[in-house]
Nanobody, 124 residues
Framework: QVQLAESGGELVQAGGSLRLSCATS????????MGWFRQAPGKGREFVAT????????TYADSVKGRFTISRDIAKNTVFLQMNNLTTEDTAVYYC?????????????????WGQGTRVTVGS
């Protein structure tokens, strides 16, 4: 498995921005996708964004499209999630995930390594 560590979650007011980071502890040559998922209180884990590691193709959930951006720093083995124009609906624990195989890149079951999560709270 790939070791992942998220950071950057905090309390922010609606309309504000945050940038989450996900650092990997190993070389990323075996990774196929890097993704972000989130889990709001009382709800299941949902897909947010993903990036294909080979060609940086990105995919977003409709709920965040145009507001969130996934990016990477290959030299630092780090993936970012820039979140703008946050709403209370974005309040959740955000998880970074890595996949080393192929499948539906928006499904959590495709990913075999997960971070511990970072909490984002958006106040009204």
């Amino acid at each position: 498995q790939v070791q992942l560590a998220e950071s950057g979650g905090e309390l922010v007011q609606a309309g504000g921005s945050l940038r989450l980071s996900c650092a990997t502890s190993k070389r990323t040559f075996s990774i196929t996708y890097m993704g972000w998922f989130r889990q709001a209180p009382g709800k299941g884990r949902e897909f947010v964004a993903t990036m294909s590691w080979s060609d940086a193709v990105t995919t977003y959930a409709d709920s965040v499209k145009g507001r969130f951006t996934i990016s990477r720093d290959i030299a630092k083995n780090t993936v970012f999630l820039q979140m703008n124009n946050l709403t209370t609906e974005d309040t959740a624990v955000y998880y970074c995930a890595a996949a080393r195989g192929y499948g539906s890149r928006t499904r959590a079951t495709t990913y075999d390594s997960w971070g511990q999560g970072t909490r984002v709270t958006v106040g009204s």
